[in-house]
């Protein structure tokens, strides 16, 4: 089973991703004597991975929560024993690096384990709202969601889990992700984006030309400091596509064409700028996870990963020439997780896992922004 619940809000209601969802129950992780004191900590940052791994059935398989460098060097964080009822699932890493969100037992419940410590709390967002991760740079509230006859309601909280500021509403705030520097967020809208400051209040509205108002669009992640990488779906498709929205307020740029039903490529929802090219996640047949490589006239070429023929193949981030792969064979198959260099197509497994494994996997303060090139 693959997790990519470190991205809020991205592939998973819209494409169908593999996965059976995470029922917390009350096992208790077990932190590893000295680990912490082991880890590099000044060394950790961009290229860093948080990963919670089972190489088989929960049922039978000890859990681990591994801190994992760009060398491959892996630290073990905690351990959950096997159980028949699932450990808490991993929601977030803190940009301060000392921290793990994950789920707790029972609606709003979270759980909190310092890295550092091994020491882990537990709480509930006012309201039973839902974690979705982390505030930005350093996490020192917690974004979370309410649903109440079909609006939501994005808001802040504290980490012991007190309401702190309600930044929106409406039928698509379902989600919002950080600039890097923390003080604003994109939020889903209609007809585009909504930025919204940090401190509440609605700063502008960001409209996508052609957005079908039905279904909106939704950030991926920042481009850069400035740029909101979204994916629309059009009036004239159901297919979604994806833009460069300035969060100046200035004239958005199409990154990806409106796809055809014919193509093998049936939406595009992140892409990644490398030396050797664009390289976008798509959605493929049956609800599979594809990797693309657009040229400049917008043609693809369909990206193969040596050792990993699966049809979930989820981008997490980049890191220079490389991109950090997810890997699942199928909804039954092992989950694994690897840096990928498309320009030499070399490999780096970081975890390889046989048939029912399970892998949730952070990177280090990426998720929502673009890798440094």
Known sequence: MLLNVGRP???GALIGICAATVVAAAVVAQPPAQAQ??????QVGPGWVLAQYAGGAQSTHATTLYLISPGGTKYTMATWPASKTNPPGMIAWSGDKTR???YGQGPGRVEQLNLTTGKLSRFTLAGQASAIGYTYPDGLNILGVRESGGQW??????LTGALTKVLSRGRFASTGLYSGNGTELAVPAATGLTLVSNAG???????????NPSNGCTPARWWNSETILAYCIAKSSTLARLWLVPAGGGKPTALTPVRKPASHDLGDFDAWRLSSGLYLQSAGACGSLEINKQASNGSLTAVSVPGAPGTQNVIMTADGPRLLIAVQNSCAGGASLLWFNPGNRAEQWLLRGPAGGFLIAVAYNSAENAPRL
């Open 37 to 42: 004191a082991r880890v590099p900590w000044a």
């Open 9 to 11: 809000g991205r592939l």
């Open 100 to 102: 793990a969100l994950l």
């Open 201 to 211: 209040p609605v700063i502008r509205q960001l409209p996508v030309p052609g957005t």
């Open 153 to 158: 309601t994005l808001a802040r909280y504290s």
